[in-house]
C-alpha cells in the first residue's frame, strides 16, 4: 500500500567505489558536459541514475559521478518533477488523490495528461506552450 516503505536510504560510496566510478567516467562528468571531475576545487557528487525516491538503488550500477553544479542542475531538472509525478501516480498527491478525497462519485476518466508531451527519446517533458523557461 505505500511505496514508501520500499525506498532505500542513501548510502555514500567507499573510497574504492568512487575510485572505481572515477576510472570508469574517466575522470569526467556524468552527465555528458565534458568537464573534468574536479574533487579538489568545485567537488563532485555521487548521484543515483534513478533516484532512490524512484525506487533506484544503492548499487554501483546506479551510481555515477557529477561535478557540483551538474548534480544540482540533474537534480533539479530531472528528479524533482519526476518524484512529483510519480507521488500523484502513487495517489499521495494530484488530481486523483484529491477526487479520491471527494468520493468515487467524482471519478470518471483520468485522461491524458495535456500538460506533457513525449519525445521522440522515451522522455516526457512540458509542452512547449506552457514551458516558463
Ligand atoms: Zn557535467
Request: glycine letters at 10%.
Amino acid at each position: 500500500m505505500t511505496p514508501a516503505a520500499q525506498i532505500e536510504k542513501r548510502r555514500p560510496l567507499t573510497r574504492a567505489e568512487f575510485g572505481q566510478l572515477m576510472i570508469d567516467q574517466e575522470g569526467r562528468c556524468a552527465c555528458g558536459c565534458g568537464e573534468k571531475l574536479q574533487p579538489m576545487t568545485e567537488g563532485v557528487i555521487d548521484e543515483h541514475l534513478r533516484a532512490l525516491a524512484l525506487l533506484g538503488t544503492n548499487a554501483l550500477e546506479n551510481r555515477a559521478l557529477y561535478r557540483k553544479p551538474c548534480a544540482r542542475k540533474k537534480t533539479d531538472e530531472q528528479d524533482t518533477p519526476r518524484i512529483a509525478k510519480a507521488k500523484a501516480q502513487a495517489g499521495e498527491t494530484g488530481q486523483y488523490a484529491r477526487r479520491q478525497k471527494r468520493g468515487q462519485g467524482s471519478i470518471q476518466s483520468r485522461g491524458f495528461d495535456k500538460t506533457r508531451t513525449k519525445r521522440f527519446d522515451g522522455s516526457v517533458v512540458a509542452r512547449q506552450s506552457q514551458e516558463t523557461r
